[in-house]
């Protein structure tokens, strides 16, 4: 789709008028009808609010003219649901959530970075040696890896996650192995429901939030995992059978 089309659309989908729309990004409404009519596109800072309005890449408002891969570990960034945000809230199509999340880069050494990845790759077609070896070649010659100093922290990310394990190990969760690392985790795929006395069901994460945590098997009883969650504001354990049956919230701890 054109660019006019697509700003219709979004508009549509949002259910604003041309005038709400307008007011919202600080242009005219004769400018949003210029927009959709094709006569003009919007300049670069108002593509920047369109986007964080509407949630979607600027390449996306574009017509999509561009192949965005996530710079730090090489994932095609195809949906605009998997971009990571900046600390406004906006989208950035440099990358992935699970890489970028809140303005915050959420690896700080290619090797971790590798090893999860490589758990992902794996396939009847593609060993975990050929995952290895890939990620190993592409990493560097992403933006990220080339600029790693120049983008970094300074270390400041991995010792908030060094905290949290400590915090999370203190805890003393009776069959939960030693937390040895912190994964990030889209609240989407570990948001489970939890069932109340009353017998309805409730989530506590949000889906579109990047989380850290891990998945540890029980050192009691076989089939059981442990399923660790936190960010600035909590710490949230909690123990499923395969494929998240069965939850159950063991821990929630505010920080």
């Given at each position: 789709?054109?660019?006019?089309?697509?700003?219709?659309?979004?508009?549509?989908?949002?259910?604003?008028?041309?005038d709400?729309?307008?007011?919202?990004?600080?242009?005219?409404?004769?400018?949003?009808?210029?927009?959709?009519?094709?006569?003009t596109?919007?300049?670069?800072?108002?593509?920047?609010?369109?986007?964080?309005?509407?949630?979607?890449?600027?390449?996306?408002l574009?017509?999509?003219?561009?192949?965005?891969?996530?710079?730090?570990?090489?994932?095609?960034?195809?949906?605009?649901?998997?971009?990571?945000?900046?600390?406004?809230?906006?989208?950035?199509?440099?990358?992935?959530?699970?890489?970028?999340?809140?303005?915050?880069?959420?690896?700080?050494?290619?090797?971790?970075?590798?090893?999860?990845?490589?758990?992902?790759?794996?396939?009847?077609?593609?060993?975990?040696?050929?995952?290895?070896?890939?990620?190993?070649?592409?990493?560097?010659?992403?933006?990220?890896?080339?600029?790693?100093?120049?983008?970094?922290?300074?270390?400041?990310f991995?010792?908030?996650?060094?905290?949290?394990?400590?915090?999370?190990?203190?805890?003393?969760?009776?069959?939960?192995?030693?937390?040895?690392?912190?994964?990030?985790?889209?609240?989407?795929?570990?948001?489970?429901?939890?069932?109340?006395?009353?017998?309805?069901?409730?989530?506590?994460?949000?889906?579109?939030?990047?989380?850290?945590?891990?998945?540890?098997?029980?050192?009691?009883?076989e089939?059981?995992?442990?399923?660790?969650?936190?960010?600035?504001?909590?710490?949230?354990?909690?123990?499923?059978?395969?494929?998240?049956?069965?939850?159950?919230?063991?821990?929630?701890k505010?920080?």
């Amino acid at each position: 789709m054109e660019t006019k089309e697509i700003i219709l659309e979004l508009r549509n989908k949002a259910g604003l008028s041309q005038d709400e729309l307008a007011e919202k990004v600080f242009v005219t409404r004769q400018a949003v009808s210029r927009w959709e009519n094709g006569e003009t596109i919007p300049n670069t800072e108002t593509l920047k609010l369109l986007s964080k309005l509407f949630d979607v890449s600027i390449n996306t408002l574009l017509g999509s003219p561009r192949e965005l891969i996530c710079q730090c570990c090489g994932m095609p960034l195809k949906d605009d649901a998997i971009l990571g945000k900046d600390a406004d809230g906006s989208p950035n199509e440099d990358y992935c959530k699970w890489c970028y999340a809140d303005g915050t880069y959420t690896y700080s050494d290619m090797d971790d970075l590798i090893n999860v990845c490589v758990g992902h790759m794996v396939s009847e077609n593609f060993t975990e040696e050929q995952a290895r070896q890939y990620m190993k070649q592409l990493l560097p010659k992403l933006d990220y890896w080339k600029r790693y100093e120049e983008l970094s922290d300074g270390g400041q990310f991995e010792e908030f996650k060094q905290q949290l394990i400590r915090e999370i190990n203190e805890l003393s969760i009776a069959g939960m192995p030693k937390v040895e690392k912190l994964n990030a985790l889209v609240g989407q795929y570990v948001n489970l429901e939890y069932p109340l006395p009353n017998g309805a069901k409730v989530k506590f994460l949000d889906d579109k939030t990047t989380y850290l945590g891990n998945q540890l098997e029980s050192e009691i009883v076989e089939g059981l995992c442990f399923g660790i969650l936190a960010n600035m504001d909590f710490i949230m354990i909690c123990s499923y059978e395969a494929d998240g049956k069965n939850p159950e919230l063991l821990v929630y701890k505010k920080r």
